[in-house]
Structure formats: C-alpha cells, structure tokens
C-alpha cells in the first residue's frame, strides 16, 4: 500500500523539501488507511504509514479529543484531514508556559495545513462535538510526543500574574 501511494519517497532516505513535495501529492485510500489505525473513545491513536531518516507519515485516528497546546520543537508539520473535521486553534505566548488562543478554524475532508516547529496549537475534533476523525501528518525531522513542548491556555487568575509582573518589571 505504501510504496504504491509515495512511490520512490517510501524508499529513499528523502529529504525535507522531497518529503514535502511528496506529502502534496500523496493520495490515501481511506477505507484501506482504516483497515491499518484504529479509534479508541477519548484517545487519539497514530498509525506510522512510512518513515525516513528526515520524516515520518502518521495517520492520526481521533476519538472524541482534542490534542494538549502543544509546539513541534524544530520540527515542521505538514497535516491534511482524510475524515472527519478537525479543529485546529493557534495560540501565542503570553508568559513562559502560558498562552492565549489567536485564531480557530475548521478543517474539512480533503483540506491541509502546515505548522512550523514554533507554531503552538491544539488539534482535533471540533470542540463540544461527538466525532471522529483522520489526519494525516508528515514531519520533517520526526517528533515524537515527548520532544513537544506543552503549554496551558491563561485563565483570569493568570492575567493578573501577568499583568502584575510586567507593573514590577518597569518600575
Ligand atoms: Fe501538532
């Protein structure tokens, strides 16, 4: 199944920029990709579909959850959603671990996006909505869960932690 879909990609150790190319191009079967991944109720699951010495091709199955706040320390992401619809909301630092959302948008079947290692966001299924969905992600160098920096959305107690902070920092 894989070599069929990335052709040369699936065997050559490929760099960021082929992977990248390829990632564009590449057509999943989906009823095939569901064969391969599963869904667990309030998870997301990852099926490794192909990987290089410069990248790796997830599919993402998600079950009723969305992601933590997370970076993709240097690693760039391309993602592209084969079922379902995906939630994706970005985020800007505010302090140290604490962020605050910027922008939200819905992604449908057959729709991408990229991030780059600095982008901070959530993903998954849209939130307050039973659902299901599949993503496909390349990154370009491999992430894995344990290298993502983890951020947590800044409530009102927060902001005046925030705020008295910059007070003391210009007196
Ligand atoms: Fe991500």
Not at 69 to 94: L, M, P, Q
Not at 117 to 129: A, R, T, W, Y
Request: a negative charge.
């Amino acid at each position: 199944m894989i070599s069929a879909h990335l052709g040369p990609y699936a065997q050559l150790p490929a760099n960021k920029a082929e992977a990248s190319k390829a990632f564009k191009h590449i057509e999943i079967d989906e009823a095939e990709l569901r064969h391969c991944g599963h869904f667990e109720h309030g998870l997301r699951t990852r099926f490794e579909i192909a990987k290089a010495d410069a990248w790796i091709l997830l599919a993402i199955f998600w079950d009723n959850m969305q992601s933590p706040i997370h970076d993709h320390e240097s690693s760039d992401c391309g993602f592209h959603v084969i079922a379902g619809e995906a939630e994706e909301t970005r985020y800007k630092i505010v302090k140290d671990d604490l962020v605050k959302p910027i922008a939200t948008r819905i992604l449908k079947p057959g729709e991408s996006a990229k991030s780059t290692g600095e982008s901070i966001h959530s993903l998954g299924v849209p939130k307050g909505v039973a659902g299901q969905a599949i993503t496909l992600h390349l990154y370009c160098p491999i992430l894995g869960y344990d290298a993502m920096g983890i951020y947590r959305e800044v409530d009102a107690a927060d902001e005046i932690v925030v705020k008295s902070d910059k007070i003391q920092s210009r007196r």
